[in-house]
């Protein structure tokens, strides 16, 4: 794949500009509805949709075609749904100002999808971090939707003809694929997509409580945004700290604790520093440490779980929005769909007759 992609942080989005500017800009990103939102997805993409509705014309989709690429509960999904819809407009995203819709709603997404697969290069696939770790060594009898997933995600943002996608470090890779999509088919068939670039976070990688690897669902490393205090105390006394610090009395090395950087979410400058400066001398322990991140953990979060309780109550609004959301995507959807049709030459009934 040809290096890396032009990357954007969108802490600046005035200054993050092609030409044009934001305005005439697209924004869209997407998420799995695979379990409950942590704290990764919130500081690595989702906060960062909630910063993009002002500037931007946004779309953000609920991807539950790709969620079927692994083992799941079908009678579990259609709440699944629901539930990441309310944690989403819980952490910020506002339905006056973003569109907000379930991917299976838009039928012109797969369609898409496979006509991306008729130009996708299968070695750039095969290439593919996320593919490698899900596939294992069982890359033979793994699903080729697996393999066909980053297809399916350059789809979702090239049927909007989106130019700016806000996602964690994780999904770079996946984007490079959507622009050499959006490249190769501009080529073969003439300008259609604009090449969409990402936005990243400072926070594009939040590591998980393991104080190694990326917070995820999966490895179970991770503290959901919407988890009540108890939970998130509990899960906080899991946290590893700096390793080599094993007594009380040894001088910690914060710069190398991944609760230190989780404060770095959560905390106010004052406490960061004296953390800092305590952790040095041994003046708190990792234990009083965690238990302190945990308090303004659950600070900060607890207006997101007041929001979700409301919106729990009203369930008929949920799928207002989500209908609105869908509307508006499908509209977009539709038209790209007739520009692709026309443009790779597929039979149109109602075409008129040029001869
Ligand atoms: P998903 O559902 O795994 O994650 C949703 C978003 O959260 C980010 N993220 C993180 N960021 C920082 N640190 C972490 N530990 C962390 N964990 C997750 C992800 O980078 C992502 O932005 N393939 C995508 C969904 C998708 C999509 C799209 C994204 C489908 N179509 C179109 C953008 C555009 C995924 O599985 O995200």
New binding site residues.
Partial sequence: MSGQPPVETAEAPREATTDEGPRGSRV?????P?GAI?I??Y????QNWARLQDEYECFY?I?DL?AVTVPYEPGELPSAVEELAISLLAAGLDPDRCRLFV?SEIPEIPELAWILTTIAPLGNLQRMTQFKDKAGEESESVNAGLLM?PV??AA??LILKADR???????VQ??ELSRVLARRFNNAFGETFPEPRPLLTR??????LDGRS???KSKGNHVGLLDPPETIRERMKTAFTDPQRKRREDPGRPWVCNVFSLHHLFSDEGTIARVDRECRAAEIGCFEDKMLLAENMIEYLAPMRERADELRARPGRIREILAAGRDAASELARETMNEVRERIGLWQANRPDTA
């Fill in positions: 869209m990103s997407g998420i799995q695979t942590h990764g997805n500081f690595g993409a989702i989709s991807v790709h991917q997933y399916l995600q979702d943002i996608v806000p996602v964690g470090e994780d999904q996946h984007l926070s594009r990688r939040v590591i998980g990326k917070m995820s």
